[in-house]
């Protein structure tokens, strides 16, 4: 079972910036390079894709944050982490940030990251963004 989690989150003033991570350990999986994507979830709204990366690497962002996050990933023995780099947030940035991971078997016809919630079958617990005006 992949398992996944977040941490970084908090609270920061409108135009403040944010790094949130997502530590999927080797030993919770067998597979290579798993397709990974960060998701958000607002009070009262439903979970959006915010950005997304395949297993070549091949990245996708959300309209709304282009040109102010960005997505990585890093990955070694140990460990698979995924990063999103958050800059110039806006208070509707606000929400639960949530880590997505599929495996290689299911993504591998992914042309380039995936932003819908429903193609990935593994989940972090979520990680709150705060930013205030």
């Known amino acids: 079972q992949v398992q996944l989690v977040e941490s970084g989150g908090g609270s920061v003033r409108a135009g403040g910036s944010l790094r949130l991570s997502c530590v999927v350990p080797k030993y919770t999986h067998t597979h290579s390079s798993l397709c990974m994507g960060w998701f958000r979830q607002a009070p009262g709204k439903k979970r959006e894709g915010v950005a997304a990366i395949d297993s070549v690497g091949s990245i996708r962002y959300e309209d709304h944050v282009k040109g102010r996050f960005s997505i990585s990933v890093s990955r070694d023995n140990v460990k698979d982490t995924l990063y999103l780099q958050m800059n110039l947030l806006k208070p509707e940035d606000t929400g639960m940030y949530y880590c997505?991971?599929?495996?290689?078997?299911?993504?591998?016809?992914?042309?380039?990251?995936?932003?819908?919630?429903?193609?990935?079958?593994?989940w972090g617990r979520g990680i709150q963004v705060t930013v205030s005006s």
């Open positions: 997505a991971a599929e495996t290689p078997i299911a993504c591998g016809s992914w042309s380039g990251g995936s932003l819908s919630d429903y193609e990935y079958d593994y």
